[in-house]
């Protein structure tokens, strides 16, 4: 493709991604959607998977690109403030900036080794279709455990945590819990 038919396809992506996250955005503040964060995570997560497999096996034409970005935009847009919105509820209320701060931490560290793969492969077997597949190694790591995530327990491992926080449940001597010691008492 030239740069003259990239500009397009951007901004259809950038477009689909914008009704994407406000069309996930209505549908999760509807009360008959109970679980549907989770599960539209879990749906993002198997389309995005698909995708690196179709490009890599399947795509032949140039139409096809234009069917792959709007594909790809639905996909992935909404897919980081849906997984940020689920660890709000299962985060410990205390624990709130230490989590989402250690998360920012790993997104950033972790942003480069997708490209490097990729950027390796493409250089050793000289096909990009061969490097674009190769990131669904690291999803398929994941997919297996965000399709078995259970909402519920989580919530309840949460209020159990709280509670042990607050000396009303003890949880078990494999469990340590941090006691802090005000240093001006007696």
């Known amino acids: 493709m030239q740069a003259d038919e990239i500009a397009p396809l951007l901004f259809l992506f950038f477009a689909c991604a914008v009704l994407s996250n406000l069309g996930f955005l209505w549908l999760a ?35 096809e690109v234009y069917i792959l970005f709007v594909v790809g935009a639905v996909a992935t847009a909404p897919f980081s403030a849906l ?25 950033t560290l972790t942003s480069w080794v ?20 190769s990131s669904i190694v690291f999803a398929a790591i994941g997919l297996p455990l965000l399709l078995r995530f259970d909402p519920q327990k989580g919530i309840e491992e949460r209020d159990k945590f709280e509670a042990a926080l607050q000396g009303q449940v003890r949880l078990g001597d494999r469990v340590h819990i941090p006691t802090y010691v005000d240093v001006n008492s007696n």
């Open 83 to 107: 997984c940020r919105s689920i660890m709000a509820e299962l985060i410990p209320h205390t624990h709130t900036s230490t989590v989402m701060s250690f998360d920012g931490l790993l997104n």
């Open 29 to 63: 503040k509807q009360k008959r959607f109970h679980g549907f964060v989770v599960r539209a995570v879990q749906i993002l997560a198997v389309m995005a998977l698909a995708m690196p497999v179709y490009m890599a096996l399947g795509l032949r034409a140039r139409w």
């Open 114 to 133: 997708g490209p490097l793969l990729v950027a390796i492969i493409l250089d050793s077997t000289g096909s990009l279709r061969w490097g674009v597949l």
